[in-house]
């Protein structure tokens, strides 16, 4: 298994522009979620799914969409981006509410 | 708001355990205590959890208070490669963590 992949691992944006970060899981997971990290910070928590065609509001959620057409994919779409949105960006996997997750390597996010 | 107070660093020596605190004296009857690692900017590690009754598995134990207001997180002979910045979360029934600033770990030879 190759866990939870994301794509692209950097990126960097002008003000203003869109884009989406990729998120795979092929541990047939249903619940997935994406997470910003900024320096010196801990995760905090942007979407999360609990299942295809299921999506829910973090604790940040503002600028961000996301869609859960499938179990194994999960992107997040950023509408315009702003140099507040300078991130590390994760995403994570688990079998269910109570169980593990699993993290994806992250995504580093640069809008200048 | 992270539901839980942890230190914000300790230090360890090399072949010592590592006793890692978390308060968390809001915690509701159906609401896990789970920790995680992150070593470098790596993504998260997870790396026990338990309710009520105390856990262990090959990384590390959990010790959880009777009254489940706070725990600790044991790492019973550490290594340089368990400094990393240690996660304390609550967690209920939804997929919903809330990660504080966690603990800055440091394992010293």
């Known amino acids: 298994n190759a866990g939870v992949t994301q794509t692209p691992k950097f990126q960097v944006l002008k003000t203003g522009q869109s884009m989406t970060l990729q998120c795979a899981q092929d541990?047939?997971?249903?619940?997935m979620s994406w997470y910003r990290q900024d320096p010196g910070m801990g995760l905090r928590l942007i979407h999360y799914?609990?299942?295809?065609?299921?999506?829910d509001q973090g604790e940040v959620p503002n600028g961000y969409n996301v869609s859960r057409s499938t179990t194994e994919d999960f992107p997040l779409r950023l509408l315009s981006a702003a140099p507040s949105q300078t991130s590390v960006y994760f995403c994570?996997?688990?079998?269910?509410?109570?169980?593990?997750?699993?993290f994806g390597p992250g995504t580093r996010l640069t809008v200048l | 708001d992270a539901k839980t107070t942890q230190p914000p660093s300790m230090d360890c020596a090399e072949g010592r355990a590592a006793n890692l605190p978390c308060n968390h004296s809001?915690?509701?009857?159906?609401?896990?205590v789970y920790w995680y690692r992150q070593i470098h900017s790596q993504g998260p590690q997870y790396i026990i959890h338990g309710l009520k009754n105390n856990e262990t598995n090959e990384m590390a134990s959990l010790i959880i208070t009777e009254d489940r207001k706070s725990s600790t997180l044991i790492l019973p002979h550490a290594t340089l490669r368990d400094t990393a910045v240690y996660y304390c979360?609550?967690?209920?029934?939804?997929?919903?963590?809330?990660f504080g600033a966690g603990t800055r770990l440091t394992v010293k030879p």
């Open positions: 541990m047939n997971h249903e619940y």
């Open positions: 994570a996997s688990s079998y269910s509410g109570q169980k593990e997750q699993f």
């Open positions: 979360i609550v967690r209920g029934l939804v997929n919903d963590m809330r």
């Open positions: 799914s609990v299942g295809a065609g299921i999506t």
């Open positions: 809001t915690i509701s009857g159906n609401e896990y």
